[in-house]
């Protein structure tokens, strides 16, 4: 056997072998890689990075396990540059029951390392059904309608809700969701009350996002892993997002250099044994 035919006879373990080496590396070693950034994902970071140390945020989180790979990077990167910018955190899911949970956990991780303490710097209200009536009687008197936090701790005593009574007390709203679920904060917060607010949304939702940045409705978008690789480039950190993104394009790279390898080798072949039945011919 020639080397142009090993070439295409290679056992396919050592392939899955190559590729899921590709797949890890950037796990354990992140390239520095410079991305555009979009100007959507400019004008979220512009907008939380004007606001000022201790100003309310309400981080709407409405995605599960299903969109893990798009939004959980979304809302790291951005609960980040809340923490580093020192502003009053309010998680709040009304369109996925997981989304609470998955964000705690996400918010305990990063606690430790922006000096942060749940009920004094941030809370989480938890999961609230049927959001639509429910933020109608929400926008009028947070804490009543709150009652307790995620830990069943009453809301209207922490430190973090000083000053927060109705949606006119909100500095900036978010919602990081694979739906149209930003819609009901649109309707009864950011309409009703003027409130500025971002969204982070999955690649397939992006279109249909655009449209409300287009007409001011929110003043920032991030869109899909990319927005969330754009997003921790501005912030300056290389988390994972950037990680995910690096290691399926080099998962991308070996597979169509498999592909370019194998066709080359195959044509090479085929004219080789051209020329030797020519030769023999003869």
Same mark, same amino acid.
């Given at each position: 056997?020639?080397?142009?035919?090993?070439?295409?006879?290679?056992?396919?373990?050592?392939?899955?072998?190559?590729?899921?080496?590709?797949?890890?590396?950037?796990?354990?070693?992140?390239?520095?890689?410079?991305?555009?950034?979009?100007?959507?994902?400019?004008?979220?970071?512009?907008?939380?990075?004007?606001?000022?140390?201790?100003?309310?945020?309400?981080?709407?989180?409405?995605?599960?396990?299903?969109?893990?790979?798009?939004?959980?990077?979304?809302?790291?990167?951005?609960?980040?540059?809340?923490?580093?910018?020192?502003?009053?955190?309010?998680?709040?899911?009304?369109?996925?029951?997981?989304?609470?949970?998955?964000?705690?956990?996400?918010?305990?991780?990063?606690?430790?390392?922006?000096?942060?303490?749940?009920?004094?710097?941030?809370?989480?209200?938890?999961?609230?059904?049927?959001?639509?009536?429910?933020?109608?009687?929400?926008?009028?008197?947070?804490?009543?309608?709150?009652?307790?936090?995620?830990?069943?701790?009453?809301?209207?005593?922490?430190?973090?809700?000083?000053?927060?009574?109705?949606?006119?007390?909100?500095?900036?709203?978010?919602?990081?969701?694979?739906?149209?679920?930003?819609?009901?904060?649109?309707?009864?917060?950011?309409?009703?009350?003027?409130?500025?607010?971002?969204?982070?949304?999955?690649?397939?939702?992006?279109?249909?996002?655009?449209?409300?940045?287009?007409?001011?409705?929110?003043?920032?978008?991030?869109?899909?892993?990319?927005?969330?690789?754009?997003?921790?480039?501005?912030? =300056?950190?290389? =988390?994972?997002?950037?990680?995910?993104?690096?290691?399926?394009?080099?998962?991308?790279?070996?597979?169509?250099?498999?592909?370019?390898?194998?066709?080359?080798?195959?044509?090479?072949?085929?004219?080789?044994?051209?020329?030797?039945?020519?030769? =023999?011919?003869?």
């Amino acid at each position: 056997m020639n080397f142009l035919t090993f070439l295409q006879t290679v056992d396919r373990r050592f392939l899955y072998a190559m590729l899921l080496l590709a797949v890890c590396i950037p796990f354990f070693y992140t390239p520095e890689i410079r991305v555009p950034i979009q100007p959507s994902t400019q004008k979220m970071y512009d907008e939380i990075n004007e606001l000022k140390e201790n100003d309310f945020v309400l981080f709407g989180v409405d995605w599960g396990a299903g969109t893990r790979g798009e939004s959980r990077a979304q809302t790291e990167a951005l609960m980040r540059h809340c923490m580093k910018k020192k502003l009053r955190i309010a998680i709040m899911a009304i369109g996925e029951p997981q989304a609470k949970q998955l964000t705690q956990t996400i918010a305990l991780a990063l606690q430790k390392e922006y000096g942060y303490e749940q009920g004094v710097n941030w809370v989480n209200f938890g999961y609230k059904a049927d959001p639509e009536n429910y933020l109608k009687a929400w926008v009028q008197n947070i804490p009543g309608s709150i009652g307790v936090d995620i830990r069943g701790v009453p809301v209207a005593t922490m430190p973090v809700m000083k000053g927060i009574t109705t949606a006119r007390d909100i500095d900036f709203m978010l919602d990081i969701t694979p739906t149209s679920s930003y819609e009901s904060y649109i309707k009864f917060v950011q309409g009703s009350f003027n409130r500025k607010m971002g969204v982070a949304v999955t690649s397939v939702m992006g279109p249909e996002a655009f449209n409300r940045l287009d007409s001011n409705q929110i003043v920032g978008l991030i869109v899909g892993l990319q927005g969330a690789v754009e997003y921790e480039q501005l912030l =300056g950190y290389k =988390g994972a997002a950037t990680r995910a993104s690096i290691s399926s394009s080099f998962a991308h790279l070996l597979i169509i250099g498999f592909i370019i390898l194998g066709n080359v080798a195959m044509i090479l072949e085929r004219r080789q044994r051209a020329r030797l039945s020519m030769g =023999g011919t003869a």
